[in-house]
């Protein structure tokens, strides 16, 4: 674990074992499983996802389904990075010198990677048709771009709202490819896999990469409330107001950044007020995320006035596809311990551990947790208030009867 004295480059033994480049490839690996777990267990709820997001359905029955194809995919991702991670072992028998010199081994772990996600491979992944649209929506939602709903407007925000919690992984992304080509100081002669030097390329260059998310999802809610205030109708959609909300929630993530990179800036943890500014953006940040998570995100109705009605439990709502009762709640606690994570820096004791490579790590992937369970949640919710829209309120109902109420899983 980190913490061990410093060897040649400040290696850790973390690092040593785990270097920067193999710890981003396995979190986006994770990622594919974690979106094909998502589609088997919304499949067998009866939660059509592809048709959600206006993905290429298959053909014909004999094509595999969507969760099949992506654990295919996944298999074939893990396979690879795995064998790449056996040989960078074999190679460098945790010697620091060895560690730095055969940084090409994870960087070229990481190209394979993104060369399988750019190339359609018909018995490795999905359909060519598939591939494109990922690509298509890839390219629109990297500059704030939004579809309309008949196109796709959902997957697009659920692909933008899941690159939020992904920020930290895209930085760490950027300063691989940095310290590859650079160390610092511009000099040409750096390592990926030396300890990482998330200053590399600037002062601004990370933070920026970190904010870029949530800007993009700030200019997708704009989108979204210039779209209702041109509706004919505006009396059935409103005047925009949550959408506003929505982008208020998204800028609430550039103070922390801000505030953060100017903090690492410091010497000795920087001036009292700059934490103290820090820490209020933080809780500013986690508590209105967290709200909109629950009552927005999900429709749950915890925070409102109809929270204890006797149709539907406490704080839930009447219609529940993915599971019991006690699950919501459990989902719900977890979703604000998880938000709140940056509070470790509050105590004295936990303070230097937040600075290891292992715990960066680990609160990167609880993060990417975090945004893997909330995707159940927010898709059964759009799945909920599409039913609504096509069947009717009383339709509803009976769909609730039929489907919120049985919680054992369907074959």
Partial sequence: ?????????????????????????????????????????????????????????????????HHHSTYRLASFLSLTSGASLLVFWLFTRRDPRRVIDYDWLPMANLLILAVLFSIPLRRL??????????????RRVSVGGLAEAKDGKFGDILL?????????????????????????????????????????GGALLVPLIMAL???????QCLIEFVRVRRAPFREATGWGGQHLANAAKYSTAFPVIVLGAMLRGQKDGGAPGLFRAWVAACLLNSLYSFYWDVAKDWDLTLFSKDRDLPDHPFGLRRTLLVHRPGVYYA?????????????????ARMDHISDFESSIFLMQFLEVFRRWIWIFFRVETEWIRNSVTSLGHDDMVLLGDYQGNKYEDED
């Fill in 331 to 347: 989902v719900i606690a977890l979703d604000l311990v998880l938000r709140c994570t940056w509070m470790v820096k509050l105590s």
């Fill in 213 to 219: 998310p949530s800007a993009i999802r700030l200019r």
């Fill in 125 to 138: 992944s999905v359909s060519h048709a598939g591939r494109g649209r990922l690509l298509r929506t890839l």
């Fill in 160 to 200: 933008a709202d899941v690159l939020t919690s992904y920020a930290k992984v895209l930085a760490d992304l950027f300063v691989c490819l940095c310290m590859f080509l650079f160390d610092g100081s511009g000099s040409g002669s750096g390592s990926a896999t030396a300890r990482p030097d998330r200053g590399c």
């Fill in 1 to 65: 674990m980190d913490g061990d004295p410093a060897v040649e480059h400040k290696l850790d033994s973390f690092s040593l074992a785990f270097p920067l480049p193999y710890r981003v490839a396995f979190i986006i690996i994770m990622a594919v499983w974690g979106w094909g777990v998502n589609l088997h267990f919304l499949y067998r709820r009866r939660i059509d996802v592809p048709t959600l997001i206006r993905y290429p359905g298959r053909s014909s029955p004999s094509q595999l389904t």
